[in-house]
C-alpha cells in the first residue's frame, strides 16, 4: 500500500505559476505520474516521471523529483482558466512509467484543487 499525499494547490491569476508536491514513503524507487480532473470532464494525463528520470515535461508543465525528499513536483507555469482541475499524484509502485491513463494506477493522492481565475 502506497498512500500518497498532494500539497500546494490554491487560487492563481492567469499567467501565473503554482508548485504542487506528492510526497509518499519510499516515493524515490517509484515512477510517479500527475492527472487532472476538470469539473464534467475525465480524468486527463499530464505526464509521468521514471525512478531514473529527473524530470519530464508536458507544455508549460514540469515534472521533477527529489529522491531525498520523497517527493514528485508538479511545476506549472504560464496558467490559464482552462488548466483549473483537482491535480492528482498516482503511482503503481514501480520504477517505469506504464500507459498515461486512469486505470493503469493503483494508488492515488486525495487531489489538490487547482483554480486559476482573475
Known amino acids: 500500500q502506497v498512500q500518497l499525499v498532494e500539497s500546494g494547490g490554491g487560487l492563481v491569476q492567469p499567467g501565473g505559476s503554482l508548485r504542487l508536491s506528492c510526497t509518499a514513503s519510499?516515493?524515490?524507487?517509484?515512477?510517479v505520474a500527475w492527472f487532472r480532473q476538470a469539473p464534467g470532464k475525465e480524468r486527463e494525463g499530464i505526464s509521468c516521471v521514471g525512478a531514473t528520470e529527473g524530470s519530464t515535461y508536458w507544455l508549460d508543465f514540469t515534472i521533477s523529483r527529489d529522491k531525498a525528499k520523497n517527493t514528485v513536483y508538479l511545476q506549472m507555469n504560464n496558467l490559464k482558466p482552462e488548466d483549473t482541475a483537482v491535480y492528482y499524484c498516482?503511482?503503481?509502485?514501480?520504477?517505469?512509467?506504464?500507459?498515461?491513463?486512469?486505470?493503469?494506477?493503483?494508488?492515488w493522492g486525495q487531489g489538490t484543487q487547482v483554480t486559476v481565475s482573475s
Open positions: 519510499n516515493l524515490g524507487y517509484y515512477s
Open positions: 498516482a503511482t503503481n509502485a514501480v520504477s517505469t512509467c506504464g500507459p498515461l491513463t486512469q486505470g493503469a494506477y493503483d494508488f
